[in-house]
């Protein structure tokens, strides 16, 4: 089997020989276990951020959809898809009873469960707008911004995986979405297809000036992907009472934490507008994801949430497929066929 190896902590954007393909021999199977052939991985935005607190080396981990194609456990037979955090390798083994739960890998709480019927749909959707990323944008929205009809809802990352179904969700539920994205074309999916009432190329307009022609009543919800000065301008325009979701800061992932700048200028607003912030993982609501991913596949089968995947095809693509995502080149999710 392989599996990418991570050998170095990463300083700016991850380089290739920051990773080793390594080759060794699989255990057989013992009792309980069963071998997974990968058939997708994902890359994403946190494979950068947790490098940080990693204790290198270590084997790139993320989640994948794989096929069971030897097993010692009889209620994971032969062909049974699996969707599993073990990240990038070609093969793997994995102990069912010991992780058919959730349960902790490093600091990292992970899900390992059976792909759900998916209707027809790809089963790289399990890694995507039914899995880890559609899952976050299905809680860490619909909980912490517990978004009402009419209110305005700004989202950033808005063209990604998490991004692309936060909006979608916010049309469901009767909001006004005006989303950031990273180019004209991204700008145009958004509008043209997803439904979004506004969408704007970040690096080319001035975010202010955009956001309060757009939001004249200014911003009750704001699902925030990528931190930075981007989101201080955003939060500046909140209203009393509005509420943010933090999911990530993918603008700072390759910064050097030491040299960040601290965000004083955002506590004046945030008192003044009673707003309420609030940070989450996904795996919090780990017992729920059945949940969400049973609505999810059925807001795609009756057209109310859209999917697009950007997929990078082999093996040997997987660190370009990383390095492309952070630097933006997906529409949608970012998915690769092993
Ligand atoms: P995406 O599919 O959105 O891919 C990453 C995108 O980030 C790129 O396509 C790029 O799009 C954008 N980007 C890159 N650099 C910058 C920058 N400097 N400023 C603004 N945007 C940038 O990834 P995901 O949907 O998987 O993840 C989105 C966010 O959600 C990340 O911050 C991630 O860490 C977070 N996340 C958090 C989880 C949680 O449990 N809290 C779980 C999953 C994800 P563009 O062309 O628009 O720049």
Sequence with gaps: ARKYVVRKYFEGVPKRSDFEIVEYELPPLKNGEVLIKTEWVSVDPYLRFCNRNALVPYDQFSYQVGIVEDSKFPSYPIGTRIVTHNGWCDYSVVDIPKISESYISGNLLVVTYKLPNLKGLSPSLGIGAVGMPGITAYFGFLEICQPKA????????????????????????????????????????????????KAFNYKTVDIQTVLKAAAPNGVDCYFDNVGGEM????????????????????????????????????????????????GFIATRWANRWQEAIAQLIAWIQSGHLKTNEHVTVGFDKLYDAFVGMLAGENKGKAVIKI
């Design 150 to 197: 009419g209110e305005t809802v700004v989202v950033t990352g808005a063209a990604g995986a998490v991004g692309s179904v936060v909006g979608q969700i916010a049309k469901i539920k009767g909001c006004k979405v005006i989303g950031f994205a990273g180019s004209d074309d991204k700008v145009k999916w958004l509008e043209e297809e997803l439904g979004f009432d």
């Design 231 to 278: 989101s201080s301008v955003i939060i500046g325009q909140m209203n009393k009472f509005g509420r943010v979701s933090v999911c990530g800061s993918i603008s700072t992932y390759n910064e050097d934490p030491t040299k960040m700048a601290k965000a004083t200028i955002l506590q004046p607003s945030i008192v003044s507008k009673e707003l309420k912030i609030e």
